[in-house]
Nanobody, 124 residues
Framework: QVQLVESGGGLVQAGGSLRLSCAAS????????MGWFRQAPGKEREFVAS????????YYADSVKGRFTISRDNAKNTVYLQVNNLKPEDTAVYYCAAKYISYTAVAAGRVDYWGKGTLVTVSS
């Protein structure tokens, strides 16, 4: 059974940084586009970033460009999201997502698997 397990969330002051991790199991990791979404209180889940299986291609939401960086380590079956210069509006549950072959489909929300999320809280 495929599992995506996020970690690395927490409470951080505005301007701070975190590195979120998502460990995947029971899938051929390099065959999957991976991504991150977030859902703030009272809002819909939104796309944050995605990365191709080879890690050559990445795609970001405009709201996080220049502050967030997605990467992956296929040897560790793990995808990361480095989040810098955090703002209170970045407060959300951050979810990991996987889609067979396509990182662009991840960006469109066409996802095969979801993690359960990790909470990031940014204080002002």
């Amino acid at each position: 059974q495929v599992q995506l397990v996020e970690s690395g969330g927490g409470l951080v002051q505005a301007g701070g940084s975190l590195r979120l991790s998502c460990a995947a199991s029971d899938l051929t990791f390099s065959n999957y586009g991976m991504g991150w979404f977030r859902q703030a209180p009272g809002k819909e889940r939104e796309f944050v970033a995605s990365i191709s299986g080879s890690a050559v291609f990445t795609y970001y939401a405009d709201s996080v460009k220049g502050r967030f960086t997605i990467s992956r380590d296929n040897a560790k079956n793990t995808v990361y999201l480095q989040v810098n210069n955090l703002k209170p509006e970045d407060t959300a549950v951050y979810y990991c997502a996987a889609k067979y072959i396509s990182y662009t489909a991840v960006a469109a929300g066409r996802v095969d698997y979801w993690g359960k999320g990790t909470l990031v809280t940014v204080s002002s």
